[in-house]
């Protein structure tokens, strides 16, 4: 349709002519309401934007002379915020003549990424940056995957029980006698 003609008919009808698709070939326009076009834009935007997953950053920070407790509870929380989804960085602080045993944060960084190993890939390998040797670990998207063969389990369990077949009655084994109590002369020093 021609744009005049469809202007026109458009104010004959007291709604918008409203353009779709300005890009195709010839544009595509649509006569409604325009107020409630933006409207159901706005709707559509927001519901986007409610399922979108956000993705946090949370930080674990290390020195070069962190005991094993301390690097557990840490290890610990990064497990459970890998778990939740979130990526993981692992910074390790270096002060003063520290910078001279870099090898010590190289150290715990490798031991941090072989104990989460199960749950994160590492998205950046330990690199120095400043004052600060750092690493970033990602949630592994194969979790979900897993998920679903585990609920099978039950299903696989209960054909095997219908396979098996009833086994025979053993007889009854022969009730032992009964030990006399100990008295004093009994014990040996």
Same mark, same amino acid.
Request: with cysteine; proline share 8%; aromatic share 12%.
């Given at each position: 349709m021609d744009t005049r003609d469809a202007i026109q008919e458009a104010r004959n009808r007291g709604i918008d002519l409203v353009e779709i698709a300005?890009?195709?070939?010839?544009?595509v326009?649509?006569?409604?309401?325009?107020?409630?076009?933006?409207?159901e834009q706005k709707k559509k935007a927001h519901d986007a934007k409610k399922k979108q997953v956000t993705v946090q950053v949370k930080e674990i920070k290390f020195r070069p002379g962190?005991? @094993?407790?301390?690097?557990?509870?840490? /290890? !610990?929380?990064?497990?459970?915020?890998?778990?939740?989804?979130? *990526?993981?960085?692992?910074?390790?602080?270096?002060?003063?003549?520290?910078?001279?045993h870099r090898e010590l944060g190289a150290k715990i960084l490798?031991?941090?990424?072989?104990?989460?190993?199960?749950?994160? @890939?590492?998205?950046?390998?330990?690199? /120095? !940056?400043?004052?600060?040797?750092?690493?970033?670990?990602?949630? *592994?998207?194969?979790?979900?995957?897993?998920k679903k063969p585990a609920a099978d389990k039950p299903e696989k369990m209960e054909i095997e029980a219908d396979e098996k077949k009833p086994a025979a009655k053993k007889p009854a084994a022969?009730?032992?006698?009964?030990?006399?109590?100990?008295?004093?002369?009994?014990?040996?020093?």
């Open positions: 300005p890009k195709a070939q010839p544009p326009c649509k006569m409604i309401d325009y107020g409630k076009f933006l409207y962190t005991d @094993d407790h301390d690097y557990n509870y840490r /290890m !610990e929380h990064a497990r459970q915020w890998l778990d939740e989804g979130d *990526k993981v960085r692992a910074a390790i602080a270096f002060r003063g003549r520290e910078m001279t490798k031991k941090l990424t072989a104990d989460l190993i199960d749950l994160a @890939d590492v998205e950046v390998y330990p690199k /120095m !940056e400043g004052y600060q040797m750092f690493t970033i670990f990602n949630p *592994k998207k194969a979790k979900v995957a897993d022969k009730p032992k006698p009964k030990a006399e109590p100990k008295t004093d002369d009994d014990e040996i020093f």
